[in-house]
């Protein structure tokens, strides 16, 4: 049975930081990407931070420069740290893990999601 268990969401001022974390365990294959989206009220999930298994990385714009992925391969753990937190941070935060279970198979999984909310 997969799952990705969160952890870390919470209230935080502005100009503040979080640290998100999302540990998956029963991931048959391999993992091609973990991911972190976001989802505001009233708007659709959006792409926040995405980490391939070779290690390389993409980010919304609007996490450049105050957002960093990064990912513990051990224990198939994803991280994101949140610097420099807006009141426009503010959403349900989802882990997102891509897998091939086998050759020409692919499976997204999602996690339960974390709140983050940024007080002005």
């Known amino acids: 049975q997969v799952q990705l268990v969160e952890s870390g969401g919470g209230l935080v001022q502005a100009g503040g930081s979080l640290r998100l974390s999302c540990a998956a365990s029963?991931?048959?294959?391999?993992?091609?990407?973990m991911a972190w989206y976001r989802q505001a009220p009233g708007k659709q999930r959006e792409l926040v931070a995405q980490?391939?298994?070779?290690?390389?990385?993409n980010y919304a714009d609007s996490a450049k420069g105050r957002f960093t992925i990064s990912r513990e391969y051990a224990k198939n753990t994803v991280y994101l740290q949140m610097n420099s937190l807006q009141p426009e941070d503010t959403a349900v935060y989802y882990c997102?893990?891509?897998?091939?279970?086998?050759?020409?198979?692919?499976?997204?999984?999602w996690g339960q999601g974390t709140q983050v909310t940024v007080s002005s």
């Open positions: 997102n893990v891509n897998s091939t279970p086998r050759p020409g198979v692919r499976v997204n999984y």
């Open positions: 029963g991931i048959i294959g391999s993992i091609n990407y």
């Open positions: 980490i391939s298994s070779p290690g390389s990385t």
